[in-house]
């Protein structure tokens, strides 16, 4: 009696045991959430005048577009614009100084930069670019905030990055 109680034990926790792993085996997996593409919108992008990112602008086409007070816009590839909030700005500057151990000069490199509100520079930034920007410098137009009207909110757009020639 005792041995058919102990095979009965082992003959109901094997089935247990088989019914979970058969259980275990034949449960969905879960899946990714699916996203809504009908609602995915076109990522804008920046322009400064007729400048986008990577572009190579000449120093004197650059100071003739600065006289004309250009706008940062925005715009994506469906033509749709959006409303610049404000930007930052940052002008790699190319200035000589002197080594200090050879005395020689030597060319480096400095920063100036600010936050801005609007899609414009102001007339002191356009002032000072106009006249000492020179061919090897670099400007940054980053952190470029722009309202979008779907969700009403404020999203930040890509970079655009001008390199003086």
Do not use: H
Request: aromatic share 10%; glycine share 6%.
């Amino acid at each position: 009696m005792q041995i058919q109680k102990i095979s009965l034990s082992f003959f109901v926790a094997a089935l247990l045991l088989q019914s979970v792993f058969s259980f275990a085996q034949t449960a969905p997996k879960p899946t990714a959430p699916k996203t809504d593409t009908s609602k995915a919108q076109a990522k804008p992008l920046p322009t400064f005048g007729a400048y986008t990112n990577g572009s190579k602008a000449f120093v004197a086409d650059l100071k003739r577009l600065l006289t004309t007070n250009p706008q940062l816009k925005l715009k994506d590839s469906k033509g749709v614009s959006y409303p610049v909030v404000s930007f930052d700005i940052t002008w790699k500057k190319k200035e000589t100084s002197d080594d200090f151990k050879t005395g020689k000069p030597v060319t480096v490199y400095t920063y100036s930069g600010g936050s801005l509100t609007g899609n414009q520079l102001t007339d002191g930034w356009r002032e000072e670019i106009s006249t000492y920007i020179q061919k090897g410098e670099e400007i940054t137009f980053s952190t470029i905030l722009y309202m979008d009207p779907k969700r009403k909110v404020n999203t930040k757009a890509p970079s655009l990055v001008l390199s003086i020639q």
